[in-house]
């Protein structure tokens, strides 16, 4: 079985920063792609960065130039740096994988439980 854990979510003021980690842990044989969703309160889960294993990222445009995914692929974590936030940004964010446990299985979604992020003065 495969975990994802996150950490990092908290308050903070317009403009700070914050750094979120993901560390996948289980039975893993390959990392497809890495990413990260947020769902603020009455709105969708939407994408707001990805990452392929091949090095490929992709941002939501609300983010782009702010925020930063980066893995460690020996350590099995990904990360999202998050700079000049904004309270737009307030929302749970969950990281996600797409995993395959073994050589002959497909890659499979996996979720993080979900960190709260805040922006607020």
């Known amino acids: 079985q495969v975990q994802l854990v996150e950490s990092g979510g908290g308050l903070v003021q317009p403009g700070g920063s914050l750094r979120l980690s993901c560390a996948a842990s289980g039975t893993i044989f390959s990392i497809d792609s890495m990413g990260w969703y947020r769902q603020a309160p009455g709105k969708e889960r939407e994408l707001v960065a990805d990452?392929?294993?091949?090095?490929?990222?992709n941002y939501a445009d609300s983010v782009k130039g702010r925020f930063t995914i980066s893995s460690d692929n020996e350590k099995s974590a990904w990360f999202l740096q998050m700079n000049s936030l904004k309270p737009g940004d307030t929302a749970v964010y969950y990281c996600?994988?797409?995993?395959?446990?073994?050589?002959?299985?497909?890659?499979?979604?996996?979720w993080g439980q979900g960190t709260q992020v805040t922006v607020s003065s």
């Open positions: 996600n994988g797409v995993i395959k446990p073994t050589d002959w299985s497909r890659g499979l979604d996996y």
């Open positions: 990452m392929t294993s091949a090095g490929w990222t």
